[in-house]
């Protein structure tokens, strides 16, 4: 009923800078917390931001001072801005949301929704 879609993974070196973008979308009433978790190989899931639907965000410390998340609400998208880019940061990155929606039986429920994920990689 609900399909989150990121974009704007790639390849960048050290130093340079990336916006991840992930957009919500099917019979959505409304998202509460939106984030971002990464995994990189042979490591397990980690959180990376998360914003709630009145903007509050949290930040884990890998990410404070270099990375940004945001979202548009209107949009139902969640976006994470990242500078300073270092090879420590090369992941799959994964977004997730905490979704109100429409059932089969137009009944309202609520679960954790995540995308696909998209690859971050940092190397010269």
């Known amino acids: 009923q609900v399909q989150l879609v990121e974009s704007g993974g790639g390849l960048v070196q050290p130093g340079g800078s990336l916006r991840l973008s992930c957009a919500a979308s099917?019979?959505?009433?409304?998202?509460?917390?939106m984030g971002w978790y990464r995994q990189a190989a042979g490591k397990e899931r980690e959180l990376v931001a998360t914003?709630?639907?009145?903007?509050?965000?949290n930040y884990a410390d890998s990410g404070k001072g270099r990375f940004t998340i945001s979202r548009d609400n209107g949009k139902n998208t969640v976006y994470l801005a990242m500078n300073s880019l270092k090879p420590e940061d090369t992941a799959v990155y994964y977004c997730?949301?905490?979704?109100?929606?429409?059932?089969?039986?137009?009944?309202?429920?609520?679960?954790?929704?995540w995308g696909q994920g998209t690859q971050v990689t940092v190397s010269s």
């Open positions: 997730y949301a905490d979704v109100w929606y429409r059932g089969r039986n137009y009944d309202p429920r609520r679960t954790d929704y």
């Open positions: 099917g019979s959505i009433i409304s998202i509460n917390d």
């Open positions: 914003i709630t639907s009145g903007g509050t965000t």
